[in-house]
């Protein structure tokens, strides 16, 4: 939490852009505490902060923690509030998700001889997926990357040894 609060805030303030009316933390009291601490040792302070803890539906406000706010389960500012949480909840998902995706990708494209980081990224970007890529054709490749790199794309896609295996050189 103080790591994500930190990048964020931070970046908003390097930017000279404006803090939000109000900074809804998804976690009970101690995520309200450590988004809290992060906030002052940047240095911002009076900064309206609240948390909402999920399996009690209970909202905690930063300073009034021992007065928590408990909305009517068919309270629509508590619809609210869940629906704000969880879309950040589907957001954040989605994101590790996407992040794992192109980690796991990379991976195999970059035992390729000749193909770096900055050629997979090309490849993923311009096909999507590592399984595209795997069924894409010379012509496709050629769109992306230089000759040479197509052709050690679909030998290593095809288990075909590369031009170099299997030679002695001294």
Known sequence: MREVVTRRYSRLQ???????????????I????AAASALEAIGITNQPLASIAKREEIIYVYGQEDDPIVLDRHSPVLHLVQLVRDEAHRFAVTFHRKRREIRDRKTELLEIPGVGALTTR???????????????????????VNQRQVEAILRHFQGQP?????????
Request: hydrophobic share 45%; net charge negative.
């Open 162 to 170: 590369s031009a170099t295996e299997g030679v002695d050189t001294f």
């Open 30 to 33: 101690g995520q309200l505490h």
């Open 14 to 28: 390097a930017e000279e852009r404006p803090l939000p009316s109000l900074i809804l933390i998804d976690g009970g």
């Open 122 to 144: 090309r490849l993923l970007q311009h096909f999507g997926s590592l399984e595209a890529v795997k069924q894409a054709d010379a012509a496709a490749l050629a769109s992306v």
